[in-house]
């Protein structure tokens, strides 16, 4: 087993239990495994410069550079309260999501792995949440807003402004929903067999879609 390959399956677990199961950073909106996405990129980057998608990556990071840099003279009808901290922040986090999609394109090409236990499990930990959220929401939303300081929506919510929706423990409720029903599609599609697992995970998926109150 060489350096290389320890090293890639090393983050590759961590960054699949980060983005299944744990939170956002709680000061900024971006995954916990960011710095190791970062170690890694600086340590077999050069892996991923041979895909055909990488070869648009710095035209997409300098355009996205520019329209970050326009928002600071854009007038003010236009910028809807968005602050140019607020901007650059986006444009970290679309780097950085660029970063992830490289990293699994290079991991599952070079070794040929199969997750769908973690669809399915991941279903299973989300709508354990949904669960709670659905027996007292605002206990929920009080405890939500501790583990994630960053979440508007919720802290919207503790403050009457809105109806609360199932965010799980991320901030956008329409990410979770769009998440899981991506979630269940891949898992329906990519298992051949356990059928009763399939059937459990449509109902569950149902259930959290409802409580995600998401139209998306």
Request: hydrophobic share 50%.
């Amino acid at each position: 087993m060489t350096a290389d390959y320890k090293l890639d399956r090393f983050c590759f677990y961590i960054f699949i239990v980060d983005i299944f199961f744990l939170p956002l950073f709680p000061y900024f909106s971006v995954s916990l495994s960011l710095p190791f996405m970062l170690y890694w990129f600086l340590k077999r980057g050069c892996r991923v410069k041979v895909f055909r998608e990488y070869k648009y990556f710095p035209l997409i990071v300098v355009l996205m550079f520019i329209s970050t840099l326009i928002s600071v003279v854009y007038p003010v009808e236009t910028s809807y309260g968005t602050t140019f901290i607020t901007t650059f922040k986006r444009l970290v986090q679309f780097v950085t999501s660029f970063w992830y999609f490289f990293f699994f394109k290079y991991y599952f090409e070079t070794y040929r792995v199969s997750i769908n236990k973690v669809y399915f499990y991941s279903i299973i930990y989300i709508v354990i949440f949904a669960f709670f959220y659905f027996l007292n929401r605002e206990a929920y939303a009080s405890i939500k807003i501790l583990v994630n300081p960053v979440d508007n929506h919720t802290r919207r919510a503790l403050g009457h402004e809105i109806i609360y929706r199932f965010n799980f423990l991320w901030a956008d409720p329409n990410n979770v929903a769009y998440a899981v029903g991506t979630l269940l599609l891949t898992f329906l599609s990519e298992e051949q067999e356990k059928y009763f697992s399939k059937m459990l995970a449509v109902v569950l998926v149902i259930f959290i879609l409802f409580c995600t109150m998401s139209i998306g």
